[in-house]
């Protein structure tokens, strides 16, 4: 009886543990960007300066989603790379923007990784939803002054007369 037990708590031990064995590997490529894009909330111009967020105005948002497809346990890749630079660049133009700040990639196991017992099978494909994301920017046109700026300048009386003499 004691020996039933132990066998049926390992073996449903191993069934969970394998159960969610099934996924995806992918690559993505940002190679022909033709915009800047940060990870950051700061952005370098064509000049190569850094624009401050202060100096960006968001204009749009980025949004690219794809499932990657994989067998056994992942190691098969179904799915080749991704080069996610015509998306971008498409969407950065279409929203007048001049690149993109706080861009993400977030990668995360698709619903059919979670039907029970068949992502313990090799052969039962897996995959992965990758979603990159991130705020189109506008750099802000430099505010130039309207009139100069006031001077302040220090007037001092002068004299050429000497000591005793009529000013």
Known sequence: MKKRWIRGLVCGTSCVALAGCA???????????????????????????????????????????????????????LTGEHDVSQPINQQVRAAGGDGVVGLTVVSDYCTLNYVPILPVLPFWPGCTDVSVTGKVVRIKPSAAPTSPAPTMRKTVATSSAGPGEAR
């Open 23 to 77: 996924g995806a590997r992918s690559s993505m490529r940002f190679d022909h960007l033709e915009y800047p894009v940060s990870m950051s909330p700061y952005l370098v111009d064509g000049a190569g300066e850094s624009r401050s967020p202060r100096e960006l105005e968001v204009v749009g948002k980025v949004r690219y989603e794809e499932t990657a497809w994989g067998m056994v346990y992942s190691a098969v890749r």
